[in-house]
């Protein structure tokens, strides 16, 4: 587990965020959390997540894990391709359509 970006920002618990997930519209959710966390935290949950989905998948067997770009809209580096959400960033927590990447990717 060390690949995991633990124990900064974690003023929202990981076991809080999943359960208000679990019980919350997705949309409140969102404002939940916005309104909880500071940029700096969203910013670290964002990285923590990111780097958690890479490990699952590298756990996984997966010998593919799921390519990373840099978010149109935020910048950040923190926006997976093809997730179950499509190309999300989980900074923005928003699709954006990155096919352009995936072909330069595949060929
Ligand atoms: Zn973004």
Redesign the pocket.
């Known amino acids: 587990m060390s690949l995991a970006a633990e124990g900064r920002g974690d003023f929202l618990p990981k076991h809080l965020g999943r359960r208000l997930e679990e019980v919350l519209d997705e949309e409140i959710f969102e404002d939940v959390r916005k309104a909880i966390l500071t940029y700096d935290e969203m910013l670290a949950d964002a990285q923590a997540e990111v780097d958690r989905r890479i490990a699952e998948s590298l756990e996984g067997g997966s010998d593919s894990p799921p390519d990373i770009a840099t978010?149109p809209?935020?910048d950040?580096e923190?926006?997976l391709i093809e997730t179950e959400r499509g190309d999300f960033?989980f900074?923005?927590r928003?699709e954006f359509s990155m096919a352009q990447h995936r072909t330069a990717n595949a060929a």
Request: net charge negative.
């Open positions: 978010c809209s935020c950040h923190l926006l960033c900074f923005c928003e």
